[in-house]
């Protein structure tokens, strides 16, 4: 059979070295089975989070809840969240190579795998790398020959939660984004302006001072 047959493996995970954004790189293996030597392979890697595949105890009920409801329907609801699709050129080898895939950490708390991770801070997170692709290589008349990576092809991998909190951490002080519409940021801003507040954490914890205060009294005492 003059076809490489590609095998895959997750080895490790570390903090993404020189990264203009919060990412991981995880360590891939690949290992060839017959036919030529490879010239390069075009690999896409799509990364999902396997949330059935472990425990919850010590995790953020209210998180879990917003994304997969209530515990009695965990068994329908619980379905894999898609992380990230990953392009990689992977360079020539002949039996065995390594290379890293980097992946992005988001902190769009709007995104689900963001959500989950803030709610599920302890243990590890079941990972599934789904591969596809092309491999080039040499056939049997030492020409350029292509072949496509099998749909079968993938490998799993348990991701310590606190990596990911470690990554996003070290980026802007560890703080979260929230997507906002032109009009919410305009009255956000107008609000830190009239109060006189230095900065948005600030502005966010007033309104929340704010609404909690009104909520004790029973009714509204402040205008924003």
């Not at 036919?35 to 075009?42: I, T």
């Not at 491999?135 to 749909?151: E, N």
């Not at 909190?165 to 609000?191: C, K």
């Not at 507040?197 to 205060?213: N, P």
């Amino acid at each position: 059979m003059d076809v490489p047959d590609l095998d895959f493996s997750v080895t490790g995970a570390r903090a993404a070295a020189d990264s203009a954004v919060p990412a991981l790189a995880f360590r891939l293996a690949l290992r060839r089975t017959g036919g030529g030597a490879v010239r390069s392979v075009s690999l896409t890697t799509d990364v999902r989070i396997d949330v059935a595949r472990r425990g919850y105890d010590g995790a953020d009920p209210l998180v879990l809840a917003r994304l997969f409801g209530q515990p009695e329907q965990w068994a329908t609801s619980m379905r894999p969240l898609t992380w990230a699709r990953v392009t990689t050129v992977v360079p020539a080898f002949d039996e065995r190579t390594e290379t890293d895939l980097q992946v992005p950490c988001s902190r769009d708390m709007e995104l689900a795998v963001t959500s989950y991770f803030h709610g599920v801070r302890e243990g590890e997170v079941p990972l599934d790398f789904l591969f596809s692709g092309t491999v080039f290589h040499d056939g049997p008349d030492g020409r350029l020959r292509t072949a496509q990576i099998s749909w079968s092809k993938d490998a799993a991998f348990r991701l310590p939660a606190g990596l990911w909190q470690e990554v996003t951490g070290r980026y802007d002080g560890g703080t979260s984004w929230l997507p906002l519409s032109p009009g919410t940021y305009g009255e956000l801003t107008a609000h830190r302006d009239r109060h006189a507040l230095t900065g948005w954490d600030e502005t966010v914890a007033d309104l929340l001072s704010r609404t909690s205060t009104t909520t004790a009294g029973g009714s509204s005492t402040w205008t924003p």
